[in-house]
């Protein structure tokens, strides 16, 4: 059995990837879905580009499901050669504009003077110094839910580890680079579309109850997808909130026609290919049910999950105040359970409002990728089974007991059989291409 290469003795954590973990991770406990490392050279290959990564990157949701997104600069150096803070805001502020942000913040261990955070905020950016996100990660009280989920210093070692494996593999490092750089720069309903089908593509290769190195890597890849089809979808729920049904419909089945070529001159040239062909088989006096059967062949056309999509992005709209929590939701319960195999602390749910519309919302988005994008069973259970208690409030469950394996890879641990109440009965897990969602309950909602 091929050596797992993401099990190696602890990564080496560079200084300033440990800064850039510390403000990812204050970001999403102060509210955002953050991301660090977002590569910007493969978005922009092949043509040469100096900035090789945006520090951090974040979404932010309004109680009208309406996206803000951020960006950040994490500067931890102090000599001479060091970059200058006010360089630096510039220079944010041009990135902001070039990946449509709508504001970024600055992090530099170097004094700010009180210029040149003034400066700073008259260009959008917020201007902070490594005292002020100390004091910051203390009001936050980080230090009682550090290193959870896909956040905190340890995840740098883990994702390069992940990394590591997935370049001995073409097709895991095209799925690792596009989870990590591509997606976060497309609009919702192309990132909505790929995700499902790289979902669909990885879902092929896991083998249940194998914990090596493939097995690891695929674990986090599938973690990132399904928490970037969250936040993806739940964008959509925002534009479904400003539409009646039937017009969200009609744009929705546009949209996800739409390849490289938006709807609108895919169907301009198929026009003009039908008036072509249907020429041709004049011509050649072709049958009248043959010319009929060629009409309209090059018309773009919906995928197969578009109106179970639909129905999904409905039930999010409805429950705006639930769905805009539930992308950092998923997040750390997804990595908690599936990437780290352990389950998430009560005080990290208490602090995320995880309670029954949560997870509810969680078991319909279960339901859509478990059925439409064939999402493993046991990524599946990792979402819908209870993370409440009796009184319905986040539960304190112990981990599930762990099975040792044979070739020394981290454990795994061991299916159980879903409990009564949890939701995780074959209706969610096992939906088929039609399978209607559970029933939301928007009067259940509770607020951010």
Sequence with gaps: MPRDSTARSPERIDPGDELEARVAQLWFWEGFFARRAVNLQRHYDPEPLQVTDLDLFAYDFDPRLTRRK???????????????????????????????????????????????????????????????????????????????????????????????????????????????????????????????????????????????????????????????????????????????????????????????????????????????IAGLLATVNAPATVRADAVGAFQPRPPDFTDPLVELIGRLAAAPSVTRRLGRQVDLVVFERVVHRREPPRRALSRLGIDEPAGRAMRQMTAFLRGQAGLPAELARALTDDVLDARDQPASASPAPLKPTADGAAPRPQPEPPTAGTGSGPTDLDAGPQQRLPDADPASEMGR
Aim: proline content about 3%; glycine content about 8%.
């Design 70 to 276: 951020l960006i950040g600069e994490v500067k931890g150096g102090t000599g001479r050669s060091a970059p200058k803070p006010l360089d630096r805001i510039i220079w944010l502020h041009g990135l902001a504009d070039l990946v449509g942000a709508d504001g970024g913040e600055m992090i530099t261990a170097m004094r700010l003077s009180r210029r040149a955070r003034e400066l700073a905020a008259g260009l959008g950016v917020t201007a902070q110094t490594t005292a002020d996100l100390e004091r910051r990660e203390k009001a936050a009280r980080v230090a009682e839910v550090a290193d959870l989920g896909s956040q905190g210093v340890q995840s740098v070692g883990r994702m390069k580890a992940v990394h590591r494996h997935c370049a001995t593999d073409p097709e895991l490092e095209q799925a690792f680079w596009f989870l990590r750089s591509e997606v976060w720069f497309l609009d919702p309903w192309s990132a909505t579309k790929r995700v499902i089908g790289l979902i669909r593509q990885l879902a092929k290769r896991w083998v249940p109850q194998v914990a090596d190195n493939d097995a690891n890597a695929l674990c986090w890849l599938l973690s990132e997808a399904v928490a970037g089809f969250t936040v993806n979808v739940t964008a959509l729920a925002g534009e479904a909130m400003r539409l009646d049904a039937g017009q969200f419909h009609v744009l929705a089945a546009e949209r996800l026609a739409e390849g490289m070529v938006p709807t609108h001159y895919m169907r301009r040239l198929s026009d003009a290919i039908d008036k072509y």
